[in-house]
């Protein structure tokens, strides 16, 4: 762990020495088993609470398949927890004047077979943005199984790599570092990376 220096804010050096190593997650499929057994749900209850299929809740608790952001947004509003809570078995702070600092390579990893998110600002719950750092690593439309559509607004902001961002109702559009995109949440969209090496975005999602 790097030493704080002269001129480092006292605040960060704090975060340094109590933040989680890097490298940890929560495990999604074993947090998704607790809220079912708190509830006292099976799996087809809950595929009724979050319009998901008893057989891909199955799926995700044995850890054999990584869901889309669309999945576990449904999960959830079904669940009626912040998307974060979904990542953390403790929730964190929900009072005004709040605020989190996240350090470089820190976060919550959720992997997907196209993307591999970084949630950002985990301790807050109920925030009315989700902020993450996003490697893309589909390389072409075939990757997706199916495109990610969902409620709210997003806006992507490139800051390695290139992309193609893609959406219904509009023409592809080759985002390089420094370019970004805001959008409509319900339209279908997908992005993948056209640079040798995976893009890098930010990406933003309202709740």
Same mark, same amino acid.
């Given at each position: 762990?790097?030493?704080?220096?002269?001129?480092?804010?006292?605040?960060?050096?704090?975060?340094?020495?109590?933040?989680?190593?890097?490298?940890?997650?929560?495990?999604?499929?074993?947090?998704?088993?607790?809220?079912?057994?708190?509830?006292?749900?099976?799996?087809?209850?809950?595929?009724?609470?979050?319009?998901?299929?008893?057989?891909?809740?199955?799926?995700?608790?044995?850890?054999?398949?990584?869901?889309?952001?669309?999945?576990?947004?449904?999960?959830?509003?079904? /669940?009626?927890?912040?998307?974060?809570?979904?990542?953390?078995?403790?929730?964190?702070?929900?009072?005004?004047?709040?605020?989190?600092?996240?350090?470089?390579?820190?976060?919550?990893?959720?992997?997907?077979? =196209?993307?591999?998110?970084?949630?950002?600002? =985990?301790?807050?719950?109920?925030?009315?943005?989700?902020? /993450?750092?996003?490697?893309?690593?589909?390389?072409?439309?075939?990757?997706?199984?199916?495109?990610?559509?969902?409620?709210?607004?997003?806006?992507?902001?490139?800051?390695?790599?290139?992309?193609?961002?893609?959406?219904?109702?509009?023409?592809?559009?080759?985002?390089?570092?420094?370019?970004?995109?805001?959008?409509?949440?319900?339209?279908?969209?997908?992005?993948?990376?056209?640079?040798?090496?995976?893009? =890098? =975005?930010?990406?933003?999602?309202?709740?």
């Amino acid at each position: 762990m790097p030493p704080r220096t002269a001129d480092e804010p006292e605040i960060l050096g704090a975060v340094r020495q109590s933040k989680r190593p890097r490298t940890e997650g929560f495990h999604l499929g074993r947090r998704l088993h607790q809220l079912r057994r708190e509830r006292g749900m099976t799996l087809e209850d809950a595929g009724r609470l979050t319009s998901l299929a008893a057989s891909t809740l199955s799926k995700i608790e044995n850890d054999q398949m990584s869901p889309t952001f669309d999945v576990v947004q449904k999960l959830a509003l079904g /669940f009626d927890i912040d998307i974060t809570e979904l990542f953390a078995s403790n929730t964190g702070q929900d009072a005004a004047g709040r605020r989190s600092i996240t350090l470089a390579g820190a976060g919550r990893p959720m992997e997907t077979p =196209v993307y591999n998110h970084r949630l950002i600002a =985990v301790e807050l719950k109920h925030k009315k943005i989700l902020p /993450f750092v996003t490697t893309i690593k589909a390389r072409s439309l075939e990757d997706f199984k199916t495109w990610s559509q969902h409620s709210g607004e997003e806006f992507l902001y490139v800051l390695e790599g290139e992309i193609c961002f893609q959406t219904e109702h509009y023409e592809p559009a080759i985002l390089g570092v420094g370019d970004s995109v805001y959008i409509d949440s319900s339209m279908q969209h997908a992005a993948y990376s056209t640079s040798e090496q995976d893009a =890098v =975005v930010l990406w933003v999602n309202t709740g």
